[in-house]
Nanobody, 119 residues
């Protein structure tokens, strides 16, 4: 089992920045990918960004490219999501998720952290 805890959400104004953190514990040696997702009210959960746990390769949703940066600190078993130039449409609950090496889907999810961007 891998336990994930997000933090860093809050209320900001458009154009501001926030950094989300996701601390992993438990069987973190089995993790292959770590991702960030978000879900706005009345909408389905959507992919935001992903990073490979070992090599650090990344991928982003088109809506956040150039504004968000995902990174990891293996020594701290923590993944970050630096969010710059925030827009009201970025308002959502942000979740981090972990995928095991032998899995084809995300196996573990955090409880989520609220990000609200006012115009």
């Amino acid at each position: 089992q891998v336990h994930l805890v997000e933090s860093g959400g809050g209320l900001v104004q458009a154009g501001d920045s926030l950094r989300l953190s996701c601390a992993a514990s438990g069987r973190t040696f089995s993790v292959f990918f770590m991702g960030w997702f978000r879900q706005a009210p009345g909408k389905e959960r959507e992919f935001v960004a992903v990073i490979s746990w070992s090599g650090g390769s990344t991928n982003y949703a088109d809506s956040v490219k150039g504004r968000f940066t995902i990174s990891r600190d293996n020594a701290k078993d923590t993944v970050y999501l630096q969010m710059n130039s925030l827009k009201p449409e970025d308002t959502a609950v942000y979740y981090c998720a972990a995928m095991d090496r032998d899995s084809r889907s995300y196996d573990y999810w955090g409880q989520g952290t609220q990000v609200t961007v006012s115009s």
